[in-house]
């Protein structure tokens, strides 16, 4: 199997903004698995959460946000369990060890960037063109 198929197990494998191959939407995995660890809800509330936070300018793609969460769940990531509380069945989301090391990773990573988003932008800020410049 490839680096790509499993990005939490290989930083290199964090190739820009998109995990290798493009395949999930840029933000929704990180953001996905901390909302997850942070309140362990259900696909409508991790949406709701995500339209929250701006992801997406005209709001997260429903159906891409369920395929991610099947991926998550289907690398090991993550659980789920249909959950009848006070009305219609929900899948509720936990993440499991293996969710949590990725989480850590992804912190790593946008840490990093966040750095690196700095400097750039520094560095911007110092060009005769750039705002306030």
């Excluded at 996905?32 to 709001?59: D, H, K, M, T």
């Excluded at 090991?76 to 009848?84: D, H, I, N, P, Q």
């Excluded at 293996?98 to 932008?121: C, D, I, K, P, S």
């Amino acid at each position: 199997m490839d680096a790509d198929a499993h990005p939490h197990r290989h930083h290199d494998s964090h190739r820009g903004w998109v995990r290798a191959g493009g395949r999930r939407g840029r933000w929704l995995e990180p953001f996905l698995l901390v909302l997850i660890e942070e309140e362990g809800a259900y696909g409508g509330a991790l949406i709701a959460r995500l339209n929250e936070l701006c992801l997406a300018p005209n709001g997260v793609d429903v159906g891409m946000a369920y395929r991610t969460l099947r991926e998550l769940e289907g690398e090991g990531l993550m659980t789920s369990e249909w959950v009848a509380d006070d009305g219609a069945p929900r899948r509720a989301y936990r993440l499991t060890p293996t969710g949590r090391q990725a989480l850590a990773e992804w912190v790593a990573v946008m840490r990093e960037r966040g750095r690196l988003v700095e400097a750039f932008l520094e560095e911007a800020e110092r060009l005769p063109t750039a705002e306030g410049g």
